[in-house]
């Protein structure tokens, strides 16, 4: 079936470590996107690719890093510059970047804690 | 800068008591409005799209119409399967920021 993998499903992080989240889809989506979500706030775009080697900036990338090498992948790095990364993580792709007529369709997410 | 409140933040219902969520947003050129269901430790699940004024979504209990201002999710005869987080997202045109914003979501129970 056609979706979007995300793993691992829970990730622990030391204080000090960079971590990647991973997101793979085989829906041959063009744009990707990651999303952070925290009790009580809406979900808040990191980064977003609409073609693969381009990517862009969301609402709260200071901390994280991608890279889009390949249309299926979209990898997440967690730097230690980011102070506050316990979180819910979700990556989401669309056939283009408007989203169409279905919208996004997300991962499972990914839970990341700091211990 | 683009906004998005859903309300109520909490909604407990009885089974078969029928109810609305709303979204109201602000926003400087609406592309097209999105209803998202979200099961607890899941991604979100797609619901309906709206893209203009007076357009309306049926999928099974549940109804989505928009508004020049707001959008209202409606749940007829609601059951204990339908409790979840409703989310609601918009995408503007451009010039806007890409990807989409959401609100906070509203959490929908529905007792037996």
């Known amino acids: 079936d056609g979706g979007i993998t995300q793993s691992p499903k829970y990730l622990f992080r030391k204080e000090g470590q960079n971590v990647t989240l991973s997101c793979e889809q085989n829906?041959?989506?063009?744009?990707m996107y990651w999303y952070r979500q925290d009790p009580g706030q809406g979900l808040r775009l990191i980064y977003y690719?609409?073609?693969?080697?381009?990517?862009q900036k969301g609402d709260i990338a200071e901390g994280y890093s991608v890279s889009r090498e390949k249309k299926e992948s979209f990898p997440l790095t967690v730097t230690s510059a980011q102070k506050n990364p316990t979180a819910f993580y979700l990556c989401?792709?669309?056939?283009?970047?408007?989203?169409?007529?279905?919208?996004?369709?997300f991962g499972s997410g990914t839970r990341l804690t700091v211990v | 800068e683009d906004q998005v409140t859903q309300s109520p933040e909490a909604l407990r219902l009885q089974e078969g008591e029928s109810s609305s969520l709303n979204c109201s947003y602000t926003?400087?050129?609406?592309?097209?409005l999105f209803w998202y269901r979200q099961d607890p430790g899941k991604g979100p699940e797609f619901l309906f799209t709206?893209?203009?004024a007076g357009e309306e979504k049926e999928k099974e209990r549940l109804k989505a119409t928009l508004t020049k201002k707001e959008s209202f999710l409606h749940i007829t005869a609601p059951k204990p399967e339908d409790s979840a987080t409703y989310l609601c997202?918009?995408?503007?045109?451009?010039?806007?920021?890409?990807?989409?914003?959401f609100g906070k979501g509203t959490h929908l129970i529905i007792q037996p």
């Open positions: 989401a792709s669309s056939p283009t970047r408007t989203g169409g007529i279905y919208g996004y369709t």
């Open positions: 829906l041959n989506h063009d744009a």
């Open positions: 690719s609409q073609i693969v080697n381009d990517f």
């Open positions: 926003v400087s050129g609406l592309r097209g």
């Open positions: 709206l893209y203009s």
């Open positions: 997202a918009v995408q503007v045109y451009e010039g806007g920021a890409d990807g989409l914003t």
